[in-house]
């Protein structure tokens, strides 16, 4: 395994250490519709006393719609109601039959649509617009032949719409619904001899386009390699005996545990420097031969456990750069002033190299 292998996963593992039922929005819809229609205030005018007149009330009803969602709770709706073709008739007091006739209405509608979220994929909304209607009747004779002064009469007209429902998402893509519309003064007497309100109670299923398509995360890009390094610190004394530059039995298991823990890391690039130094005791000399001795000792041991030579270098500091400053300037005898100074013979072992890091 190479030195450099080691630099980038040291860094990393130091880091890790440290360190609505509603559509989506701005997607359309589309849909159909079925239920029932029922026609409020549908009396005719101008009957006879005695005369009884029959409207049939109640009607199958069919549509469809389509919209658009611009936020989670807004949206638009557009929309078109068959509301069914009920049977006029009245008859005189004698039982017989005066007129027979057809209503028929239909419409366009555009409203808002507002939503609130009772629960997930569970809708609660009402629509508010405007109804543009077309009603026309179609009245016969007794006898079933048309009759002229009657005719068929067709009229047209905008009336609000109000409607209410709950909306249930099956699937992102698919919802079905349950829907209350209601038109009031659907007709005009002069036209059509009547003028009923309308309310229309459907299920409806839905299809909604693009929905869940979340925009891909922007890849990552890596950012520029930044030079680190990590240093190891061992005490001398545990490595060497006092003025040796021999390894000692402990200071191989040391140099072991190091490389072992050192060695399941796997990074790219990388060099180590391994420096020694040495106490102040001694000539200047004496000390920068012993530091040097005692770095290309660990350097052996290393290319011999495992690390290139070609990745590793030795450097000796002598008795430079101490780490106990003045605190031991007073201190004796001899064997009391080693042992203060004990910290200051150590050998340091530098990793660095070039690690690239993905931006997050």
């Known amino acids: 395994m190479k030195l450099s292998h080691l630099t980038v996963g040291i860094l990393l593992a130091g880091v890790s250490a440290a360190s609505f039922a509603a559509p989506d929005v701005n997607t ?30 109640n009607r199958f009803a069919a549509g469809g719609f389509a919209g658009y969602q ?6 638009l709706e557009v929309g078109y109601d068959w509301l069914g073709r009920s049977k006029v008739s009245v008859n005189g007091a004698s039982g017989n039959t005066l007129v027979d006739g057809k209503y028929t209405a239909q419409g366009l509608y555009a409203t808002g649509k507002f939503s609130y979220e009772v629960v997930n994929d569970l809708d609660l909304y009402t ?24 005719g068929r009469n067709t009229s047209n007209g905008v009336s609000p719409v109000f ?3 709950v909306e249930y998402a099956i699937t992102p893509s698919i919802a079905t619904r349950l829907d209350y519309q209601y038109v009031p003064n659907m007709g005009k007497r002069s036209d059509t001899y009547l003028k009923p309100d309308n309310g229309l109670l459907s299920v409806g299923l839905s299809y909604r386009f693009g929905q869940g398509q979340v925009a891909p995360a922007p890849v990552a890009a890596p950012a520029a390699p930044k030079l680190e390094t990590k240093t190891f ?4 004394d545990v490595l060497f005996a006092f003025g ?50 005692r770095a290309q000792t660990v350097v052996n041991y290393l290319t011999q456990i495992g690390v290139p030579a070609n990745l590793i270098e030795a450097r ?32 340091e072992i530098q990793v660095s190299g070039l690690a690239t890091v993905t931006a997050e």
Not at 319 to 338: E, K
């Open 28 to 57: 359309p819809y589309v849909g159909a519709k079925a239920g029932w229609s029922h026609y409020f205030d549908s009396d005719l005018e101008n009957l006879q006393q005695g005369d009884r007149y029959d409207f049939s009330r």
């Open 70 to 75: 611009f936020t989670p709770n807004i949206g």
């Open 127 to 150: 629509r508010l617009g405007v109804y543009g209607w077309r009603a026309s009747a179609k009245v016969y004779e007794a006898n079933g032949f048309y009759k002229d002064s009657l």
């Open 163 to 165: 409607a209410g429902g």
């Open 233 to 236: 610190n061992l005490r001398s």
């Open 244 to 293: 040796k530059a021999e390894l000692k039995a402990e200071g191989r298991t040391a140099l072991d545990q190091l490389f072992n823990e050192l060695k399941r890391i796997d990074p790219d690039e990388g060099k180590a420097v391994v420096i020694g130094f040495t106490d102040r005791i001694g000539s200047a000399q004496a000390n920068q031969a012993l530091s040097e001795r």
């Open 316 to 347: 000796g500091m002598g008795a430079n750069n101490p780490v106990t400053g003045t605190q031991c300037d007073n201190v004796s005898p001899r064997a009391a002033l080693i042992e203060c100074l004990a910290p200051d013979r150590r050998v």
